[in-house]
T-cell receptor
Framework: NAGVTQTPKFRVLKTGQSMTLLCAQDMNHEYMYWYRQDPGMGLRLIHYSVGEGTTAKGEVPDGYNVSRLKKQNFLLGLESAAPSQTSVYFC?????????????FGEGSWLTVV | AQKVTQAQTEISVVEKEDVTLDCVYETRDTTYYLFWYKQPPSGELVFLIRRNSFDEQNEISGRYSWNFQKSTSSFNFTITASQVVDSAVYFCALSELGGSNYKLTFGKGTLLTVNP
């Protein structure tokens, strides 16, 4: 009953450090997404994946890289963290067709870059 | 490009009042989904409803109701007899059905505070 799990939940980084956020889902979903949430901005799409081995850019991809080597995992990488990347990150997933399905969100990862 | 506008940044009501959260959207597609999510102070996103653009029937779920009007591109959310536990940020979102994915475009959210 794990659903969508994000790791870590909280992290403080120094400017220039790198890190990877892991999103894992146990529902055999094809589609996975990474969003960031900033105050007064709603959620904005960073990158997404429509299946294992495929990724694509969203609305705000700069400064991030992603990988989907396994169907159940979607990794979001920050190669050189910047204070502008301080945000709450949400992962989401769903099956191939939205018909009859909903979009599942993780609980969020709070990232602070100092 | 698709766009979702939630013009109300913050709303404050007293418990038991009814409150309506507005959502106006823009899309060039004729088929799309509309969503409402609740984000309580604990931070997680709670799914409330998904509406297909073909289905303009209003929906009621307990104290919650949704009014979808395609003619005005609006999908408003009403809470009847509000309670303190309804205090949260509410997001309206749009997903177009064309293409190979279902990317969500979110509004900026409305912070609802229900005072006792």
């Amino acid at each position: 009953n794990a659903g969508v799990t994000q790791t870590p939940k909280f992290r403080v980084l120094k400017t220039g450090q790198s890190m990877t956020l892991l999103c894992a889902q146990d529902m055999n979903h094809e589609y996975m997404y990474w969003y960031r949430q900033d105050p007064g901005m709603g959620l904005r799409l960073i990158h997404y994946s429509v299946g294992e081995g495929t990724t694509a850019k969203g609305e705000v991809p700069d400064g991030y890289n992603v990988s989907r080597l396994k169907k159940q995992n979607f990794l979001l990488g920050l190669e050189s963290a910047a204070p502008s990347q301080t945000s709450v990150y949400f992962c989401a997933s769903h099956r191939q067709s939205l018909s009859g399905n909903t979009i599942y969100f993780g609980e969020g990862s709070w990232l602070t870059v100092v | 490009a698709q766009k979702v506008t939630q013009a109300q940044t913050e709303i404050s009501v007293v418990e038991k009042e009814d409150v309506t959260l507005d959502c106006v959207y823009e899309t060039r597609d004729t088929t799309y989904y509309l969503f409402w999510y609740k984000q309580p102070p604990s931070g997680e996103l709670v799914f409330l409803i998904r509406r297909n653009s073909f289905d303009e029937q209003n929906e009621i779920s307990g104290r919650y109701s949704w009014n979808f009007q395609k003619s005005t591109s609006s999908f408003n959310f009403t809470i009847t007899a509000s309670q303190v536990v309804d205090s949260a940020v509410y997001f309206c979102a749009l997903s177009e059905l064309g293409g190979s994915n279902y990317k969500l475009t979110f509004g900026k959210g409305t912070l609802l505070t229900v005072n006792p």
